[in-house]
């Protein structure tokens, strides 16, 4: 598994629950550039629509020698699970604030994969918190380390 991008942004603005590993329907020049790592998973999240989830605003840059094939860098796209995992993501989705968000996109056995998460955002007082919280168990682990 060769991990092409990750969503740190996520991991810090989010609280995670469940992460799941789909498939990504791709044109050739974004697998290109997807290998080349020119990919951006920042303000990316999956949504619902006539039964399907696709995947809004994730940045693939177009491919330097795409050319005509070049598409919409930022074009949703479709992502593949079965309806039984769908049905499943539907009840928790339709539940106020939570969302799905794309932690990593990487390649499995030749084939690229995004691994999708239900979650739900942070509060400020939230990130303030375990930003205290850190911070404490950073100077305890000096301490510890200066006793020695």
């Given amino acids: 598994m060769t991990v092409v991008a990750t969503n740190r942004k996520a991991y810090r603005d989010y609280t995670l629950f469940e992460a799941v590993e789909v498939g990504i329907a791709l044109k050739g020049t974004e697998v290109k550039s997807l290998r080349n790592h020119r990919v951006n998973l920042t303000d990316s999240f999956a949504r619902m629509d006539k039964g399907e989830l696709y995947l809004y605003n994730m940045h693939i840059s177009p491919y330097e020698q795409g050319n005509i094939n070049n598409v919409d860098p930022r074009r949703t796209r479709k992502l593949l ?17 939570f969302t799905l968000v794309p932690l990593k996109v990487y390649f499995k056995k030749g084939l690229a994969k995004v691994e999708i998460a239900i979650a739900k955002g942070k509060k400020l007082y939230d990130k303030r918190d375990k930003i205290k919280k850190e911070e404490h168990e950073r100077e305890v682990n000096r301490a510890m380390r200066g006793k020695r």
């Fill in 81 to 97: 699970l079965h309806k039984s995992e769908i049905r499943r993501f539907i009840g928790t989705i339709s539940q106020k604030g």
